[in-house]
Structure formats: structure tokens, C-alpha cells
């Protein structure tokens, strides 16, 4: 079955703290993309990261940086140096590119940045 | 460009109606999609389409229907409006179908069914 699994339904984090999300996937298809979003409450969703199931190296977009282990199927989300603004819901995403491109996400994290 | 634009903002049913719900692109992309978040959930996707003409299921496709007549627009159709389908619906554009790519969302409309 193809999945995206997020386990933690809420953190809370200091400020300035980094802070790393879970994202842990299941696929049989050899060729696929992790994508990390994410949405404030005004409700838009933003994209933020991705990975290419076959890219040698781990992702990384400024503050943002997609920890990725493909053996364990795992593809976390470190927010280095955590702002305020941070707080919001964080949602994986998985495209398979042998599947017709089909994008599924997980259920979502809802991080607080505390000041 | 308008990017990916969604029509209506808001939309109020009563159970049985139909209606369709808007999504154009104007950055040529080939890639569309339609999901529905429900309340504290993420993102199901419910239709999507590689391109004009070719359109494909998702995970919660009943109930839905879906056509790509042009690469600019993919409405979402509900034939018979039920509760359960209140959400807020999520339209998307990406430019590949392989290769790097970054999802363009719309602003969503909130679908409330009486």
C-alpha cells in the first residue's frame, strides 16, 4: 500500500530551538518525489522542500532541510533556528512518478513555536 | 500570471445539489490536481489529470467528476451534493509530471453542504 505516515500530531518548540518532523512513507514504486508543505492558519498551503527518490544528496531550502533515509523510509523535515512564525500545520507529501505521477500526503503536524 | 486561481471562495449547498467548482492555471502546466481537507486532516486527493484530456482517480474519487478539456482548466463537479462532502477544496498545478517540481495550490474554496 502506498502511505505517508506523520506520528506527531502536535510539537512544541522553543524558539530558536531546531526542530525536526517526522515523515516516514511506504511505496513499491522505484521512482518517486517527497514533498514537504506547509499551511498556516490563513489556510494556504506552501510549498517548502522536496526530494527526488533518486537524489544522491539531502535537500536543503535556507532554514529548511529534508533528512532523507531511503533504506528506512524516512524523510524528516529539520527547521533549523525555529521563529515564531514557524507555527503552523506541516504536511508530507509523496508523488509517484510510476503510479501516473499520484501525489498523496499525510495527515499533518501541527508545530507551536513558543517564545 | 494569476498562478492558480479557484472559483467560488465559499459555496453553501443543500443536500442533492449539483455544482462545480472552478480551477484555472495560466503557467501552461501540465499537471493538475483536486483534494479535500477535512477538519484537522491533511490533503486527499480526489481527482487528477497528466494533461488535457487524460484524467485519473484518487483516493476519495466518489461522487466527484472531473474533465481536462484544456490545459488551462479543471473543474470539479458534484453531482449530488451530500454532508459528508462538506470540506474545503484544494485545487493544484505542478508545471512536470517527473522531474523536480513544486506544487501550486489555489486559495481553496470552503464547501459547506446543508
Known amino acids: 500500500a502506498q502511505k505517508i505516515t506523520q506520528t506527531q500530531p502536535g510539537m512544541f518548540v522553543q524558539e530558536k530551538e531546531a526542530v525536526t518532523l517526522d515523515c516516514t512513507y511506504d511505496t513499491s514504486d522505484p521512482s518517486y518525489g517527497l514533498f514537504w508543505y506547509k499551511q498556516p492558519s490563513s489556510g494556504e498551503m506552501i510549498f517548502l522542500i522536496y526530494q527526488g527518490s533518486y537524489d544522491q544528496q539531502n535537500a536543503t531550502e535556507g532554514r529548511y532541510s529534508l533528512n532523507f533515509q531511503k533504506a528506512r523510509k524516512s524523510a524528516n523535515l529539520v527547521i533549523s533556528a525555529s521563529q515564531l512564525g514557524d507555527s503552523a500545520m506541516y504536511f508530507c507529501?509523496?508523488?509517484?512518478?510510476?503510479?501516473?505521477?499520484?501525489?498523496?500526503f499525510g495527515s499533518g503536524t501541527r508545530l507551536s513555536i513558543r517564545p | 500570471n494569476a498562478g492558480v486561481t479557484q472559483t467560488p471562495k465559499f459555496q453553501v449547498l443543500k443536500t442533492g445539489q449539483s455544482m462545480t467548482l472552478q480551477c484555472a492555471q495560466d503557467?501552461?502546466?501540465?499537471?493538475m490536481s483536486w483534494y479535500r481537507q477535512d477538519p484537522g486532516m491533511g490533503l486527499r486527493l480526489i481527482h487528477y489529470?497528466?494533461?488535457?484530456?487524460?484524467?485519473d482517480q484518487g483516493e476519495v474519487p466518489n461522487g466527484y467528476n472531473v474533465s481536462r478539456s484544456t490545459t488551462e482548466d479543471f473543474p470539479l463537479r458534484l453531482l449530488s451534493a451530500a454532508p459528508s462532502q462538506t470540506s474545503v477544496y484544494f485545487c493544484a498545478s505542478t508545471p512536470r509530471v517527473t522531474g523536480q517540481e513544486t506544487q501550486y495550490f489555489g486559495p481553496g474554496t470552503r464547501l459547506l453542504v446543508l
Open positions: 489529470s497528466v494533461g488535457a484530456g487524460i484524467t
Open positions: 507529501a509523496m508523488i509517484l512518478y510510476s503510479s501516473a505521477s499520484k501525489i498523496i
Open positions: 503557467m501552461n502546466h501540465e499537471y
